[in-house]
């Protein structure tokens, strides 16, 4: 069994702006086009491939959905992706927002 690792959206927010991290989003892709969070990677679980993720890894991969269930579902998946670390954000975009982090849509 995996341990879920966790990672509150400030930290995920200040190792991306760092740019020690990779934000990925797996939500599928009408939830992105809804909204979504700038600079993140879509890669959507119902065709989840290693290969579409982002070719840094050597950084930290902070994995988020809407609410944080799917992501900590998914985790050991996550794991054997080859980033140098992998991480969870806790509360996904829901929590992201509620810090009063920028979200961008489309419309």
Not at 37 to 66: N, V, Y
Request: net charge negative; charged share 25%.
């Amino acid at each position: 069994m995996v341990d879920v690792k966790e990672v509150t959206p400030a930290t995920a927010k200040q190792w991306v702006d760092e740019g020690k991290a990779v934000l990925i989003d797996v939500r599928e892709v009408n939830e992105w086009d809804a909204e979504n969070i700038p600079g993140a990677t879509l890669a959507p679980l119902s065709q989840f491939a290693a290969a579409q993720l982002p070719d840094e890894k050597d950084k930290i991969a902070i994995f988020h959905c809407r609410s944080g269930r799917r992501t900590e579902d998914y985790f050991p998946l996550f794991v054997q992706t080859g980033f140098a670390d992998v991480y969870h954000m806790a509360g996904g975009i829901l929590a992201w927002k509620e810090e009063g982090y920028p979200v961008q849509s489309p419309s």
